[in-house]
C-alpha cells in the first residue's frame, strides 16, 4: 500500500498535540527514560515502546473494563486502554524519543463477526526510521486469533482487511489523531460506551 500523509513535513510527526500526545507527564518520561537505558537504537526502542504498548496495556473490550483513557499518562497509569488509546502512548512514546510517528486508521467491523453489528474505526501507527522508511505496525494487543508484530519490511498487523464484508485499509498516515476519534472517547463515560461510540469511517 501507498501511504498518503496528511504533511509533507517530517517535523509535524514528532509535535505534542496537547492533551492527548505530551511528552513532560511523568510516567511517560519515565517509561521513556527506561526504553533509552535499554536500547542504543531507534530501531530497538521502537520496538520496545511497540511490545510496552501491544503487551503491557490490557485491551479494554478484551477485558471489559469499563475505564477509558485517551492520553499517554493514563494508559499507563491504568494499563488499560483500546486500540486508540494504545496508539496514541505508542506515538507519545516514539516522538518523546525523536522518532517519527503518525495515525493510521482501519474501518472493520464492529464485533468483527457480523455486517449486523456495523463498522467501526480500528487504530494503528506509522513509524520513521530514516534506514527504511515509513512502514506500519498495530499495538492493539494480541489473543488467540490476532498476531499483531514489529515487522518492518512485511506488514503484521492485527486484522486482514475483509473487503467483501466493507471493511477498509485507509493509506492516510495523520500527523494528529482524528478529532472524531477524540470525540467519540471524551463523550463514552465507559469503555462498553465507547465500543458502541466509535466512528464507523474517516469522514
Given amino acids: 500500500m501507498k501511504l498518503v500523509f496528511s504533511s509533507s513535513n517530517l517535523e509535524d510527526y514528532l509535535k505534542e498535540v496537547i492533551p492527548t500526545i505530551q511528552f513532560n507527564t511523568p510516567l511517560v518520561q519515565q517509561q521513556i527514560h527506561q ?4 536500547a542504543p ?20 473490550f478484551d477485558t471489559k473494563n469499563p475505564v477509558v483513557t485517551i492520553n499517554a499518562e493514563d494508559v499507563l497509569l491504568n494499563k488499560e486502554g483500546i486500540c486508540f488509546a494504545k496508539s496514541h502512548l505508542l506515538a507519545t512514546l516514539l516522538r518523546g524519543m525523536g522518532i517519527p510517528t503518525g495515525f ?3 474501518r472493520v467491523l464492529r464485533n468483527g463477526k457480523t455486517l449486523e453489528g456495523g463498522h467501526a474505526l480500528h487504530g494503528l501507527n506509522a513509524v520513521y526510521l530514516k534506514e ?6 498495530d499495538p492493539r494487543g494480541n489473543k488467540p486469533g490476532i498476531d499483531s508484530q514489529f515487522s518492518i519490511k512485511e506488514e503484521k498487523l492485527a ?9 477498509m485499509d485507509y493509506p492516510n498516515v495523520f500527523n494528529e489523531p482524528l478529532s472524531s476519534v477524540i470525540k467519540s472517547m471524551l463523550e463514552s463515560k465507559t469503555s462498553q460506551d465507547l465500543f458502541f461510540n466509535r466512528p464507523e469511517f474517516i469522514e
Fill in 35 to 38: 526504553i533509552q537505558s535499554q
Fill in 104 to 106: 493510521c486508521y482501519q
Fill in 159 to 167: 486484522y486482514p482487511i475483509r473487503e467483501e464484508l466493507g471493511e
Fill in 132 to 137: 527504511y522508511g515509513w512502514f506500519r505496525v
Fill in 41 to 60: 537504537t531507534d530501531e530497538e526502542r521502537a520496538k520496545i515502546a511497540f511490545e510496552i504498548a501491544r503487551d503491557e496495556i490490557h485491551h479494554s
